[in-house]
């Protein structure tokens, strides 16, 4: 009824480099490579690590990017909060203002020669009694 189906099946050169191709293109297509414009490039999904950070006024976060595409440039969203090296990623939170934190949080934002750009937040305690 059925006929014998081989149990090892042999792909011709052209079947082959097909099989290959499509693979490749499905894992390409699943780390959402193709939108960058070349499927055969690194994924360029960027973070910056910590994503949550906590510190006193005056006190310092160390900011890393990961998965950046070249150099990396820092900025922070309110310079009333503190400041960060543009290429160094250390945040220094401002002095307090008559006793209190001159600001209670400040977004810290990773960008990307590749025109990624990734963020992370810094919370400024008041550790004064």
Excluded: H, Y
């Amino acid at each position: 009824m059925f006929a014998k189906i081989p149990q090892r099946v042999r792909l011709s050169l052209r079947e082959g480099i097909l099989l290959v191709s499509l693979v490749m293109l499905a894992v390409a297509a699943c780390t959402n490579d193709l939108d960058d414009g070349n499927p055969l490039s690194a994924s360029s999904i960027m973070r910056v690590v910590p994503p949550v950070a906590q510190t006193n006024p005056l006190g310092t976060v160390t900011f890393t990017a990961t998965g950046a595409v070249g150099a990396v440039t820092w900025v922070v969203d309110d310079v009333a909060g503190g400041t960060i090296g543009l290429a160094t990623g250390i945040f220094t939170a401002a002095a307090e203002v008559g006793g209190v934190p001159a600001a209670d949080q400040v977004i810290v934002t990773a960008l990307d020669t590749g025109g990624n750009t990734a963020t992370a937040t810094v919370n400024i305690i008041d550790t004064t009694p």
